[in-house]
């Protein structure tokens, strides 16, 4: 659907956002503050253009207009409709990623364009950086635990021992643990 702009000097077809979760639901403009964000009138979810996110983290005050505007509450790990949604300005199938390194947060972003935050994501994250500041924004993520190597069976052990019956089964097994160690 196309939404018609008339100004004094042109008339321009503007494509109407659509709600990436809800396909059918067009996505209305809701003023935070002195910053506008589309939400979605379905499933609440939230689409927060880059500069608009940069402005909620940087300003305090806007932390409150957020929490104050959208309920707050448990957030979904798995959302209604498709897994991988697109962003609602150029339709472009959004990556999911989590939001800050604990924030424990999923969200779908656009790089060009934004994120979009299911319901009771977005104050989850006012929530975070409140508590962790904007820099956990930033912050990398932390480096995984080494796992332990395995170390490959003995085979130099089973051939030193003499072989009986006992023996002869587990040098087997020990001989087809090795292989399979190597493959």
């Known amino acids: 659907m196309l ?3 008339d100004g004094p000097y042109r008339v321009a077809e503007v494509p109407r956002q659509r709600c990436p979760r809800c396909a059918d639901t067009g996505l209305i403009a809701r003023a935070v503050g002195h910053v506008a964000v589309d ?3 379905g499933c609440h979810g ?10 909620i983290v940087e300003d305090l005050a806007l932390y409150e207009e957020v929490r104050r505007g959208f309920p707050a509450g448990p957030t979904r790990a798995e959302q209604p409709g498709p ?3 697109p962003c609602p300005t150029c339709r472009e199938i959004m990556n999911r990623r989590q939001f800050a390194p604990g924030a424990g947060v999923v969200v779908d972003v656009c ?11 977005l104050p989850a994250v006012v929530d975070f950086i409140e508590r962790r500041g904007p820099e956990a924004m930033r912050a990398p993520a932390p480096a995984p635990a080494p796992r332990p ?15 009986t019956s006992r023996r002869r089964d587990s040098l087997a097994a020990a ?9």
């Open 3 to 5: 939404v018609r702009v």
């Open 83 to 85: 897994m991988y949604v």
């Open 39 to 41: 939400e979605c009138p």
């Open 175 to 183: 001989v087809i643990e090795l292989l399979l160690f190597w493959v």
């Open 46 to 55: 939230v689409f927060v253009t880059t500069a608009v996110l940069d402005a």
């Open 149 to 163: 190597v395995a170390a490959p069976p003995s085979l130099a052990s089973a051939l030193t021992e003499p072989i």
């Open 111 to 121: 790089r060009a364009h934004g994120m979009w935050f299911d319901a009771c994501e």
